[in-house]
């Protein structure tokens, strides 16, 4: 695998367009089978290959047409390449950002698990605004993603974020469903005041 990888990068750095074909990968294997078999904390082989490649583009290129070339990589794959450039988005540089925090947005509209945890990684913890923050870590509770999988959790939390967890586990306890460890551990957190100023609701720097 590092071999062919090693080779698809030589492609990319010397005809950047073809990524498009590299980005194709086949296989995902989970990188940490026995303690994440689905792949939704620590991703895949693939997408840690795919974020190699991009970054290779990030380097040949202008920054205005990394950000073309990644957005067309994003809405013309399919749900694994899609995946893997959600992963891949802190290669991305820094004018790059407002099609980022697009392209986690669309993410978390999806319901395969995979595409939304890739989509609460460390360039949501970064740079997604808190509304949308809190929305993402309500969508991994019900899907059932694990909260390993969302970057910066407990530095992220806030009080607004805690009054929903617990709205939420008393519609489950009314309805008679079953409230997870991930929700149970959420509902005994305390927040302590934050030391710098607060992230806006609606900033997506």
């Known amino acids: ?3 062919l990888l090693a080779a698809a990068e030589r492609r990319v ?3 950047p367009w073809s990524i498009h074909e590299e980005y194709a990968l086949v296989g995902a294997e989970p990188v940490r089978g026995s303690a994440d ?3 939704l904390v620590f ?3 693939d997408d840690r290959a795919r974020a190699r490649l991009l970054a290779v583009l990030v380097e040949v290129l202008p920054e205005a ?3 073309r070339e990644t957005e067309r990589l994003y809405r013309q794959g399919d749900d694994a390449e899609r995946r893997g450039v959600l ?3 802190p290669v991305l540089p820094a004018s790059s950002v407002r099609l980022g925090v697009a392209l986690v947005a669309d993410g978390l509209r999806s319901n395969d698990p995979r595409l939304v945890a890739a989509a609460m990684g460390p360039f949501s913890a970064a740079h997604l605004g808190q509304a949308a923050w809190r929305q993402g870590v309500l ?3 019900f899907l059932g993603i694990p909260l390993m999988a969302v970057a910066d959790l407990a530095r992220r939390t806030d009080a607004e974020l805690l009054r929903m967890v617990r709205d939420l586990a008393e519609e489950r306890c009314a309805a008679g469903r079953e409230i997870g460890p991930d929700l149970r551990a959420l509902l005994d957190v305390a927040v302590l005041p934050a030391s710098g100023p607060s992230r806006g609701e609606d900033d997506s720097r």
Do not use: F
């Open 1 to 3: 695998m590092d071999d």
């Open 13 to 15: 750095r010397d005809r």
């Open 37 to 39: 078999p689905e792949a």
């Open 43 to 45: 991703g895949t082989a």
């Open 65 to 67: 047409d990394v950000e």
């Open 87 to 89: 992963r891949a988005l």
């Open 139 to 141: 969508k991994c509770l």
